[in-house]
C-alpha cells in the first residue's frame, strides 16, 4: 500500500492533509519557529538547528530569520549558501540547491501543484515536482521559482522575477514570466 508521503515525494496526487504529513509539518514548522526566535548572533544555535530541519546541508551556510518550509527533509544545500529574510521553501519534493548560491530576500521556491480543475481542487489534492538550482546562482529579491524548474550553473534571476521554466547556465534571466536576457562569459 503506498502512503500519501510516498505518493508527495514521487509525483503523483495526494492528500496534503493526511495525517502524517501533517504530523510531520507540525515537527518542522516548530523547528523554524525556533529557528527564527532565536538570537541573531547565536550562529551556533542557528546551525545546529538548520541541520535538523534541512534533510542535507554543506558547511558555511547562511539563511537569515524569518525562514520557513513544509518538511525540510526534501531540502538539500551545497557549501556557502546564503539566503537573506523571509525564505520560504514548501519542499513537498526533492529541492536542490548547489554550492555558492544566494538568494535575495523575500523568495519562494514551492514544489506544489494544485488542480486547476476546481472539482478537482476542493478535494484538497496535490503533486509535487522537484526544483534544482545549480551552483554559483544568484537569485534577486523577490524571486519565485515553480515546480519542475532548473536554474543552470552560473547564472542570475534578476530581481521581482517569476520562473516557470528551466533556465539554461551562464545567463541572467529577469521577469514574469522570467527569460533570459543576456548570456555570461
Known sequence: MTTEKEKMISGEFYNAFDEHLAIERKKVKSLCIEYNNLPYGDFEAKKELLKKILGKCGNNITIEQNFFCDYGYNIEIGENFYSNHNLVILDCTKVEIGKNVAIGPNCGLYTAIHPINAEERI???????????????????????????????????????????????????????????????
Open 123 to 185: 478535494k484538497w489534492v496535490e503533486k509535487a515536482e522537484p526544483i534544482k538550482i545549480c551552483d554559483n546562482v544568484w537569485l534577486g529579491g523577490n524571486v519565485v521559482i515553480l515546480p519542475g524548474v532548473t536554474i543552470g550553473k552560473n547564472t542570475v534571476i534578476g530581481a521581482g522575477s517569476v520562473v516557470t521554466k528551466n533556465i539554461p547556465e551562464n545567463v541572467v534571466a529577469v521577469g514574469n514570466p522570467c527569460k533570459v536576457i543576456k548570456k555570461l562569459k
